[in-house]
């Protein structure tokens, strides 16, 4: 069906066209030319009328002219040229002549266009919703993705259909669940397996440990004694002398032999008694984190799972130091794996997703689990790990680490410092794209990148298995605690009563 023709300069990536009715934005359209079936997202639609335009001041003139020409308006768009459905999809060289047709793609070619190796079901067209639209589960994998969205845009939702679909394909699904929202959740596709977020200190590393005891980078004296006590623990435990049943122990002996040396001048012992301080501090402030019986931590997870590690009880701290060390140790183990270096690796991929992606890896701030989360990013490809950024603060997420997300999952987007942020880090996400992320509704996101052959708007799937996550019912829950109250002096005002109390 024709709906428009291109009309003025045309270019081999944009046309601009007259349309005789409203299309909406996000719909596919053909443009046959050339011998060619050129297939384009409508990306702005704008209506007007000749007669009245912005220079006109005057509400009767306005009336008068409407009265006159009744309804009469034109309606232009712009289309982004995708590609040639007869070449596999490749950019036509040769722009499309003005007045070429524009014709709404037929619903056979979307869903050839929509047939992906490896799929996996994130939702169907928001503006043809029997059309299912799949995305490359493999290039998810291999090339990290991001989903980006403002509070109650729906991240969450569209988080959980993505776990369940990387679990149809048994792969092993790592989230750091910063709110504890997965931990309960029923995957029709595969079981959460609840990762206790402890370590053994001994499987730490000295950058770990000392962030946990609040030794400031700049306090060099003090990080050169803990630096040496670390090293020697080791030590202990490598040559059998000690077992890393209480790892922290063991330094903080170290330090005490080094205090009572009679050798050491008083600044050295100041500086070893207020490391020794801080160890005890950290012994004590995060006793539930330490858990010295058990192995490493990358042992725990579980092929075909949702693997959680459930962070909403731990500060962010800590947070940032469980990223670090099993971002740190899968990236080290999957490396020996390859290399068959050592014997400690893992021996199957893994997809992580990073909740809080701008706490983890914050953008005016470094951290370890930055670090971390970047190396990742950057190597973790080639050797099977697979990295999701989940964030409703995109501009205060680490752009390295975004702009190494090939694939996006944006949903609605309001605040301009996000939009501007998103951009800059995607080269798929165009201006007119982003002129749409204001507009879309709860569950409806711009999904584009390795992916999916063409960028596209799409209404994710509502995934039925999550029993936490949403806005909480405040004005329900607050009625339902004071029906209890009075459920409960109700019931104590008729016992007095049984009793013979008269009120």
């Not at 997703?353 to 370890?368: F, G, V, W």
Request: proline share 4%; with cysteine.
């Amino acid at each position: 069906m024709i709906i428009g023709r291109c009309i003025g300069e045309t270019t081999p990536t944009e046309v601009s066209f007259i349309s005789k009715e409203m299309p909406q934005v996000g719909e596919y359209v053909c443009l046959k030319y050339d011998g060619k079936q050129v297939l384009g997202m409508i990306e702005a639609m704008i209506r007007g009328n000749v007669s009245l335009t912005d220079d006109i001041y005057s509400f009767d003139t306005v009336e008068m002219i409407a009265q006159i020409e009744g309804n009469e308006s034109y309606i232009k768009g712009k289309i982004k040229i995708l590609g040639d459905i007869k070449d596999n999809l490749k950019l036509p060289r040769t722009p499309a002549p003005p007045g070429t047709p524009v014709e709404i793609a037929d619903k056979k070619i979307l869903k050839d266009v929509f047939k992906v190796k490896n799929p996996l079901k994130l939702g169907s067209l928001i503006n043809q919703k029997d059309v299912e639209v799949g995305v490359n589960a493999n290039s998810i994998l291999t090339r990290h993705l991001a989903i980006l969205a403002m509070t109650g845009a729906g991240k969450s939702n569209t988080v959980s259909v993505l776990i369940d679909g990387m679990l149809d394909y048994s792969i092993p699904v790592f989230i750091f669940d910063m709110h504890g929202e997965y931990k309960d959740a029923e995957f029709k596709n595969g079981e959460v397996n609840i990762i206790k977020p402890s370590i053994n200190p001994h499987y730490m590393s000295f950058n770990e440990i000392k962030k946990l005891a609040n030794i400031p980078n700049n306090a060099f004296k003090q990080e050169s004694q803990f630096r040496k006590a670390f090293k020697k623990a080791n030590k202990k435990v490598e040559n059998g002398e000690a077992t890393t049943n209480n790892f922290l122990q063991i330094i903080k002996d170290v330090l005490t032999v080094e205090y009572n040396d009679e050798e050491k001048s008083s600044g050295e012992k100041g500086d070893i008694q207020a490391v020794l301080n801080k160890i005890e501090d950290l012994m004590e402030k995060y006793s539930n984190l330490f858990d010295t019986n058990r192995g490493n931590i990358i042992s725990s997870i579980e092929i075909g799972k949702a693997n959680v590690l459930d962070l909403s009880q731990t500060d962010e701290y800590a947070a940032e130091v469980l990223v670090s060390h099993i971002l740190r140790n899968s990236l080290q183990r999957r490396k020996n794996f390859f290399n068959k270096s050592s014997n400690k690796v893992l021996e199957f991929p893994v997809f992580f997703i990073l909740e809080e992606a701008h706490i983890l890896a914050p953008k005016r701030r470094d951290s370890d689990s930055k670090f971390w989360i970047q190396r990742v990013a950057r190597e973790g490809r080639k050797f099977g790990l697979g990295l999701c950024l989940v964030s409703q603060s995109p501009k205060t997420v680490d752009q390295d680490a975004l702009s190494q997300m090939n694939n996006m999952i944006i949903l609605r987007l309001v605040e301009p410092d996000d939009q501007r942020h998103v951009q800059s880090a995607s080269e798929s996400l165009s201006e007119d794209l982003v002129k749409q992320l204001p507009s879309l509704n709860v569950g409806e996101a711009v999904v584009l990148g390795l992916m999916t052959k063409v960028p596209t708007l799409v209404k994710i799937d509502e995934f039925k298995g999550r029993r936490y996550g949403g806005d909480i019912d405040v004005i329900s829950e607050i009625a339902k605690y004071k029906g209890e109250i009075d459920d409960e002096v109700k019931k104590q005002e008729d016992e007095l009563m049984n009793l013979g109390y008269d009120y």
